[in-house]
Nanobody, 124 residues
Framework: VQLQASGGGLVQAGGSLRLSCAAS????????MGWFRQAPGKEREFVAA????????YYAESVKGRFTISRDRAKNTVYLQMNSLNPEDTAVYYC??????????????????WGQGTQVTVSS
């Protein structure tokens, strides 16, 4: 599976962005997909995830109520709608395929086929 992330950019605090992650190749074995982010000098952290079957969603507490993850199964694409952005959201955002059990949906090591990342910068 190959993932292509897009949609990052520069936005003012309070603004919105929508990230996209398109999957190609052998996608039938995926449990779902997720978004992580990594700010300079910090570890990669979980943002949101969605299961292909049923569309169940999972969020980090820091983004709950502001970010929405969704999927288009026909297009093999996952989206991350980000609203009410603040400077603490500045990071490189990565999408990846979740291959582990449900209990690991927030664990980066249970993901594979990481996309190349897209930069999100929120100015104050």
């Amino acid at each position: 599976v190959q993932l292509q992330a897009s949609g990052g950019g520069l936005v003012q605090a309070g603004g919105s962005l929508r990230l996209s992650c398109a999957a190609s190749g052998r996608t039938s074995s995926n449990n779902g997909m997720g978004w992580f982010r990594q700010a300079p000098g910090k570890e990669r952290e979980f943002v949101a995830a969605i299961r292909w079957s049923g569309g169940y969603t999972y969020y980090a507490e820091s983004v709950k109520g502001r970010f929405t993850i969704s999927r288009d199964r026909a297009k093999n694409t996952v989206y991350l709608q980000m609203n009410s952005l603040n400077p603490e959201d500045t990071a490189v955002y990565y999408c990846a395929v979740h291959r582990g059990p449900l209990s690991t949906v927030r664990v980066a090591t249970s993901y594979g086929s990481w996309g190349q990342g897209t930069q999100v910068t929120v100015s104050s």
